[in-house]
T-cell receptor
């Protein structure tokens, strides 16, 4: 079974731009969660999607948004990028909406200059 | 304020030594998961503990869930350089639909 795939692996953007990150979950997994990882804050929950619906949302500004498609693939978008958005963005999939173990992708490293 | 506090945050020891990493909270969790993350990769699940007092072993790694289900520990025996990585604990709460992660313990095993 293929693992969770995130694209792109690396991204460099400038302040004010917007970015879209993509995540393909493990086949059959319907839940996709997004996390932001920084050295200072650790893993911070962004949002979770299940069957194309956002089920949970973390404490991030509205500039962070996401969506899930009918094939469970998910995208997250960050608009009006700020320097502080530089981070590793991790996507994780699981088979259920509950607290089943998460299967993480290798992340997208976003650098905002 | 972090719901799950991990200690120590950084640990650097020599190959062959033993170590223990802690994950503490004032909240009760229905289960607790431990992940290891290596550079350039996402976290990988090591174990899930569910019952208070439960002990699980994974080769040289021993995981324990506190009796009150508020804390957990990870003990590594005879550490090896391959154990190097960021160790994350994540707690699941009843009624909540997302895991809460600790800040992690960055472990370095020197040859």
């Amino acid at each position: 079974k293929a693992g969770v795939t995130q694209t792109p692996r690396y991204l460099i953007k400038t302040r004010g731009q917007q970015v879209t990150l993509s995540c393909s979950p493990i086949s059959g997994h319907r839940s996709v969660s997004w996390y932001q990882q920084t050295p200072g804050q650790g893993l911070q929950f962004l949002f979770e999607y299940f069957s194309e619906t956002q089920r949970n949302k973390g404490n991030f500004p509205g500039r962070f948004s996401g969506r899930q498609f009918s094939n469970s693939r998910s995208e997250m978008n960050v608009s009006t990028l700020e320097l502080g958005d530089s981070a590793l963005y991790l996507c994780a999939s699981s088979s259920q909406l509950d607290n089943s173990p998460l299967h993480f992708g290798n992340g997208t490293r976003l650098t905002v200059t | 304020t972090q719901l799950l506090e991990q200690s120590p945050q950084f640990l650097s020891i020599q190959e062959g030594e033993n170590l223990t990493v802690y994950c503490n909270s004032s909240s009760v969790f229905s289960s607790l998961q431990w992940y290891r993350q290596e550079p350039g990769e996402g976290p990988v699940l090591l174990v899930t503990v569910v019952t208070g007092g439960e002990v699980k072993k994974l080769k040289r790694l021993t995981f324990q869930f506190g009796d009150a289900r508020k804390d957990s520990s990870l003990h590594i025996t005879a550490a090896q350089p391959g154990d190097t990585g960021l160790y994350l604990c994540a707690g699941a709460r009843r009624g909540a639909q997302k895991l809460v992660f600790g800040q992690g313990t960055r472990l370095t095993i020197n040859p």
